[in-house]
């Protein structure tokens, strides 16, 4: 007979191949990504595995002024730069650089599965067997890590991994398990993977700093300072190295992409706005001294708008899992009769919980941003399910505890009801992954398959040196063609006449009206000696090409 042991094991192994398979959906199919972010992130993790550095020279830009770059990049002194924190180009590009370009996509599936067998070890340690195997399992299976580990080039799941990851080795110690002689690797490691979590996420320490405060003020009693010293200690020097980068890239150890300036950039791009794509047509790097105050208040203070995010996309998207976990929320509320010891780990758990639900629901939730053309759509490609990740991780040992609830409190159909609760909250949470909105994985993959098409036509169309002034398709030609990002804006019309004496110029974006055509024709480019005439039609696209008047 399987002991039970080896039985979660078996359901682990079987359902983490699945689930990495399935992530897989989009990997392969253009060499075009989905959002400027993933394009950005890909294009430094390759630069990383083939130079050895994060940015790349373009000579234009020398001359022109820092202005040719797509989203989620800026120029500096003639250098492309990324604005998102370092730590996902670097990791993913040191690895392409052992195991081959083409492992780029399968990292983030890679680690959301081992996170998975971390969850189950560090929250069979905090509750119980039973707890931690529905948890592992709420886990792969949640609508917003399902999704983003299908988006292989979006920092945030391999962000909350390596946390995990840090979390396992510290709580459930598993080299002092194995050997008792090395169980100093345990903090060193759980450290290392706190850092390089930081690595990708810097912004996430003014979240977690108070944890790890409150950590060892409630739990002091369950870790010798020695392991305490030896984890921060770890953490402090593993973060040295980014600094170093810092430095090379942006002049000072604590300035980073992120902190730059970018009240331009902000109103071209409300239809797809991230907090790591802050860049000014000319930029600029904030001084240091601003740094806290950008990153700690990045989207101002608004707590209705704030409550009206939290209700859409914390309670009302994932209903099917919301309404377990706040049943399981009291469940786990500490009782007189536990031991000591499971009262401090719950009433912490507890703690970090609320602690995280009220700091993400404010901090993230105050701002409002759309990464749907549809501004009115509650979708899960919006960026609150990505910045929210963590909560929905620390809620699956609340759904979990339910599930376990019915297996021991309804005698005879206990396990049936607690197998059909998963299999539905599974079932759903595919739906919404894979089919449910335009934004799903499956429709994405349709578009990224006709993107594919687009691209390599266009790249027929247009010039190795070419520029390509877009609206939102800087991801169609970027890195293959130096792109001019937006059309609609009065400083790029200047840079025009610069430009096309340098390089062949283009416009890729909506087909113009031809009212629209003879008014660019007959006067605002006419003003500037250009002229603008169609080359070729990509649906609701065309592209265009701008030259001098002759």
Partial sequence: MVSKNRRDLIILAVVGLIFFLSTLVLVNLSPTYSSPDETANAFFAETFATQGQLFSFEPFNTVLGDVLFPRSVISFSGRLLPIGFLGLPIIFGFLMRLFGFWSLAFWTPFFAVLAMWAWYGLIRKIFNRQVALFSALLLVTHPAWWYWSGRPLMPNVTFVSFLIFSGFFLVVKPIKFLKKDWAGLDPFLAGLCFSLSLWIRSFEFFWLAPLIFLGVIVLRKYFSWKTVVLFLATSLLAIVPLLFFNNSLYGEPWKTGYNITSPTFLENNSSQIDEDESLDQNPTIVSSTSLLSAISLPFGWHPRTAVRHIFDYGLLMFWWLTIPAAVGFFLLWPRKKDQAKVK???????????????????????????????????????????????????????????????????????????????????????????????????????????????????????????????????????????????????????????????????????????????????????????????????????????????
Avoid at 445 to 466: F, P
Avoid at 498 to 506: D, H, N
């Fill in 344 to 550: 401090d780990f719950h009433g912490f758990y507890l703690m970090t919980f609320v602690f995280s639900v009220l700091w993400f629901g404010l901090i993230y939730g105050s701002w409002t941003i759309h990464d749907n053309p549809d501004l009115a759509a509650v979708a899960i490609v919006n960026s609150y399910t990505r910045y929210w990740l963590p909560v929905f991780v620390l809620s699956t040992p609340l759904v979990a505890l339910v599930l376990v609830k019915l297996m021991v409190t309804v005698k005879k159909f206990g396990r049936l009801l607690a197998l059909a609760g998963l299999l539905v909250i599974v079932g759903l949470s595919f739906n919404s992954v894979f089919f449910s909105s335009n934004d799903s994985l499956w429709p994405m993959r349709q578009r990224l398959i006709g993107a594919a098409t687009t691209h390599n036509r266009l790249l027929e169309l247009t010039e190795i040196d070419s520029v390509i002034v877009v609206d939102r398709a800087d991801k169609l030609f970027f890195p293959d063609r130096r792109v001019r990002y937006p059309l609609r804006d009065e400083s790029t019309y200047t840079l025009m006449p610069q430009i096309v004496e340098l390089a062949p110029l283009y416009y890729f974006g909506i087909t113009f009206p031809e009212i629209d055509l003879e008014y660019l024709n007959g006067e605002k480019l006419k003003a500037l000696g250009l002229q603008i005439n169609f080359i070729e039609n990509f649906g609701i696209e065309s592209l265009y090409r701008i030259t001098a008047l002759e």
